[in-house]
């Protein structure tokens, strides 16, 4: 097995990992998305993300949730491929789908310290936000690098 493919877990795995990397005083850090054409805002993003603590767990959007949220024509990779491509980033510790509109059930079961989502969200808006307060984490917020977003991308490709 890759060892980017064995970073690649079910939520059971994810909240036994969760819990013993906190356990031996590890700060975990918990974002999501879909992540469908990486581009040098998510590497940005993550990159940050991860320098907030110890571990990354990264909540990947399955295909279904994406097709919800961005249309019938999203995601553009299936979500086998997306997950392996951010398994792969040195500083992604774990990638977990969930199929759910929003990530709460994932954030709900592993309790990270800190929830960092993009700044483009304010942090009373962030899917549970209120579920890592209670448990005494912080959620944090991210600035974008201006000018990359997927959409661009795909609107860039359409033109030519």
């Excluded at 969760?18 to 005083?25: L, T, Y």
């Excluded at 209670?134 to 795909?154: E, L, M, N």
Aim: with cysteine.
């Amino acid at each position: 097995m890759e060892k980017s493919a064995g970073k690649i877990v079910g939520i059971a795995e994810a909240k036994t990992l969760v819990k013993k990397w906190q356990q031996a005083g590890n700060q975990v850090v918990f974002t999501n998305g879909c992540f469908d054409l990486i581009h040098l805002g998510h590497v940005d993003y993550l990159e940050k993300a991860r320098l907030l603590g110890d571990k990354l767990v990264l909540g990947l959007n399955t295909d279904d949730s994406v097709s919800r949220f961005k249309g019938p024509d999203r995601p553009l990779q299936d979500q086998n491929s997306r997950a392996r491509v951010l398994a792969a980033m040195q500083f992604v510790d774990l990638v977990v789908f969930f199929n759910e509109d929003t990530p709460l059930e994932l954030i709900s079961a592993l309790l990270p310290n800190i929830l960092v989502k993009g700044s483009d969200y304010l942090t009373e808006n962030i899917v549970g936000a209120d579920v890592v307060k209670r448990a005494g984490g912080v959620v944090k917020t991210i600035d974008f690098v201006p000018g990359y977003s997927t959409t661009r991308i795909v609107e860039k490709i359409k033109k030519t």
